[in-house]
């Protein structure tokens, strides 16, 4: 399949377009692979066009099967992740009015998200078994925290205690790291003693 003639009716810039509300007649697999460091192979070869590689993260959703699909007004096309199709590159902590300080992320194609409500973040395993915190983007998608990103807010998280933490299957009365934005404690890891 021709990537170039998919994305040709989307705009290069601009919004997301609403691809949730988007219900295309016309289905099938694709051979794109998102990888766990964010690459996209297309046919055994690594997408080198950034233009492109953005153009496509716009039109791209979750669907209740757990798929993950690129998706236009005529077609959508099963594509394979191995992780999460999104990489959280940048934190800064920004002035709200509403909500005083909170955490504000960024992936690496530049969506913005307010840690919140909304947008909270989860301590989830990777494939390798690792527990790496995620967090809600869009269209039933979520990143994951870079490494570099993780560290920073880590260096800014509190620790607390928490009896009803559920840790390796079992409660048991446990410390974890959190990092306070939009009025919620947002988990980055666990430690079995206090730190």
Not at 11 to 27: C, E, L, N, Y
């Amino acid at each position: 399949m021709n990537l170039d003639t998919m994305v040709a009716g989307i705009g290069p810039a601009g919004k997301i377009p609403p691809v949730d509300s988007w219900a295309p007649s016309q289905g099938g697999d694709m051979d794109l692979l998102i990888t766990l460091d964010g690459q996209w192979i297309h046919e055994g070869r690594a997408i080198e066009r950034a233009a492109l590689v953005r153009l496509l993260a716009r039109i791209l959703r979750r669907e209740d099967d757990g798929h993950y699909y690129l998706v236009t007004p005529q077609e959508k096309q099963r594509i394979r992740v191995e992780d999460h199709p999104f990489i959280i590159v940048d934190a800064d902590k920004g002035i709200d009015g509403q909500s005083g300080q909170d955490w504000w992320l960024t992936t690496q194609y530049g969506d913005r998200i307010r840690l919140g409500d909304e947008h909270r973040l989860c301590v989830t395993e990777m494939p390798n078994g690792d527990p790496v915190p995620e967090v809600a983007v869009r269209f039933g998608m979520s990143a994951r925290l870079g490494r570099n990103v993780f560290y920073r807010l880590v260096e800014q998280a509190e620790p607390i205690k928490d009896p009803l933490i559920q840790h390796q299957h079992q409660h048991q009365h446990q410390w974890q790291w959190v990092l306070a934005s939009g009025g919620i404690n947002h988990p980055l890891g666990y430690l079995d003693e206090a730190p």
